[in-house]
């Protein structure tokens, strides 16, 4: 398991730990109750640990971070959004496999 | 190391073939799949699953399925199958893990969500359009939203969004609803849900602001368009099914449904489907175990008759 290399975010922590970030961050927006959630969370856990040092990955959840899900206008999860220097540059919506995560982090490094 | 079964799919057809498959001995591999359990997984209560006399959630049905297929031996992955070949024996079914060779397979790969084809529609997923009422309904509390079918399905999602949104409205193509007696009385019973008849979504609105403002809809009797204003559209006008694997491999339907005869027999000795890959008329989780159970069963007596 990786998930010891997850970022968890927040409302709060949302604009130091990933605008500010110096290196891209991949967040995962999802929540307790969200079935196909629970089924990408391996892929995100793949993810973190093939791009350790590259890109930092973390998990946001919706329920209690309504703020920085309502100012990303997310409004279906799983959703995967791609942060790059304080800009969001790409995002997937809905479960996909760990190759097409990749493929969408690999476009911006 | 050959196979004697590959089953590809989790759903109720996919697992109850694994049980079935299992307790015959034949130690069957199930490839779950990226969206394993099915649609089910993305249902609340199911009250038609018999033996459950206060109804089950899909999620825990589907768990408890995964758990007696596994106590009988199935050995299950959850990966998808990115190719298969069916021209040559054993037959080769592929992932990102390797090519696996099997004697046997049972295809239970089921249907998805059929969407509508606009082109806002993609932009706007996940920012407004949604398959997934269980999945994305929260995000709708406290406004008002539209559910785009006359199923079954359309009708439950619709039922369940009254949790969240102010007012449902459902649109539909015809004058009168698909879905069954029981739905229909759940659903007109409900003051928050009303309907537009005889009309079809021309429109979603608005793909440069990135998220749902409105429906533009159009009455196909009368002519008459106008705007629906809504945050959130969940789209249920029917499923398609899961068979671009098998193309150009195996018989299918006008509809891309995989035909089957004498049972789960397909064109090919040895290839066998269930559930909702077959189905476009049942369509329930007990019909596809049943299925599930017959291609088992029917696995079973062509790899017997084969000598294994």
């Given amino acids: 398991m990786a998930s010891d290399l997850i970022q968890t975010y927040t409302d709060e922590n949302f604009d130091g730990n990933v605008l500010k970030s110096a290196t891209p961050v991949l967040v995962d927006f999802w929540a307790e109750w969200c ?30 971070n309504p703020n920085t899900t309502v100012r990303f206008m997310v409004r279906g999860i799983p959703a995967v959004l791609l942060f790059k220097g304080g800009q969001m540059v790409d995002q997937i919506v809905g ?3 760990k190759g097409t995560l990749k493929r969408m982090v690999d476009k911006h490094l | 190391m050959t196979r004697n ?3 590809i799919g989790s759903g109720p057809a996919g697992l109850t073939a694994a049980l079935y498959a299992a307790r015959a001995n034949l130690k069957p591999l199930v490839f779950e799949g990226l969206e394993a359990g099915g649609q089910l997984m993305l249902t609340t209560a199911v009250e038609n699953y018999p033996g459950f006399q206060d109804g089950i959630m899909g999620p825990d049905l589907m768990a408890a399925m995964r758990v007696q297929a596994e106590k009988f031996g199935a ?12 021209g040559r024996r054993p037959f080769v079914v592929a992932t990102e893990n390797g090519d696996e060779e099997a004697r046997a397979i049972v295809i239970a790969t089921g249907a998805s969500a059929k969407l509508l084809g606009l082109p806002s529609e993609r932009t706007l997923m996940g920012h407004g359009v949604s398959t997934c009422a269980t999945c994305d309904g929260f995000f709708f509390r406290g406004k008002p939203i539209a559910v785009v079918g006359g199923g079954d399905s359309a009708l439950e999602e619709a039922t369940f969004l009254t949790r969240f949104a102010t007012h449902v409205t459902v649109i539909h193509r015809r004058d009168a609803l698909r879905a069954s007696k029981i739905m229909q009385d759940k ?4 003051p928050k849900i009303s309907f537009e008849w005889d009309t079809v979504v021309t429109d979603i609105k608005d793909p440069a602001q990135g998220v749902v403002s409105s429906v533009h809809v159009r009455n196909v009797k009368t002519g008459v368009e106008k705007d629906l204003a809504v945050d959130g559209v969940f789209v249920a006008i029917g499923h398609t099914p899961n068979t671009a694997l098998f193309k150009g491999q195996l018989d299918m339907d006008a509809g891309g449904y995989l035909t089957t005869h004498d049972g789960s027999k397909t064109n090919l000795p040895g290839v066998f489907a269930c559930g909702d890959v077959q189905d476009h008329v049942y369509r329930q989780a007990v019909t596809a175990a049943g299925s599930g159970c017959m291609a088992a069963i029917d696995a079973e007596r062509y ?3 084969q000598g294994h």
């Fill in chain 2, 187 to 190: 659903a007109f019973a409900n």
């Fill in chain 2, 75 to 86: 050995e299950l992955q959850r990966i998808d199958v990115t190719r298969v070949d069916l």
């Fill in chain 2, 5 to 7: 079964v590959v089953i």
């Fill in chain 2, 303 to 305: 790899l017997e008759s």
């Fill in chain 1, 35 to 64: 079935a196909p959630c629970r089924a990408l969370a391996p892929a995100i856990d793949a993810l973190a640990q093939d791009y350790q040092g590259k890109v930092a990955v973390g998990k946001l959840n919706v329920d209690d």
């Fill in chain 1, 95 to 97: 479960l996909v496999d």
